[in-house]
């Protein structure tokens, strides 16, 4: 029912930034917390950053705390993820994923069975 289309991974140097996008379709009169997982070859995906609908509230893992920033434009059905300061560590397939809870204030935390809806994902390379 919702459509999640991540975009803007690419390949960057250690120390350098990246911007990625999901743009969400198909649902219009839902609320949903948002977030980015990742995954590396052979690991399990991993949370990244979550964000509520409301309110700005935020939640990070703290491998990316201080240089990720999470965020959205809810008129624009997009989140965002803000990636400074890139480590090769952050080399993974990037998934953005959506949460439906109709208390907007809610942010979504680690479990990826949390999330109702996923998107196919967008490559980040980090070269060392």
């Known amino acids: 029912q919702v459509q999640l289309v991540e975009s803007g991974g690419g390949l960057v140097q250690a120390g350098g930034s990246l911007r990625l996008s999901c743009a969400a379709s198909?649902?219009?009169?839902?609320?949903?917390?948002m977030g980015w997982f990742r995954q590396a070859p052979g690991k399990e995906r991993e949370f990244v950053a979550a964000?509520?609908?409301?309110?700005?509230?935020?939640y990070y893992a703290d491998s990316v705390k201080g240089r990720f920033t999470i965020s959205r434009d809810n008129a624009k059905n997009t989140v965002y993820l803000q990636m400074n300061s890139l480590e090769p560590e952050d080399t993974a397939v990037y998934y953005c994923?959506?949460?439906?809870?109709?208390?907007?204030?809610?942010?979504?935390?680690?479990?990826?069975?949390?999330?109702?809806?996923w998107g196919q994902g967008t490559q980040v390379t980090v070269s060392s």
């Open positions: 964000i509520s609908w409301n309110n700005g509230r935020t």
């Open positions: 994923a959506a949460e439906v809870h109709y208390n907007t204030d809610y942010v979504p935390r680690p479990p990826a069975d949390e999330y109702d809806y």
């Open positions: 198909g649902r219009r009169f839902s609320s949903y917390g």
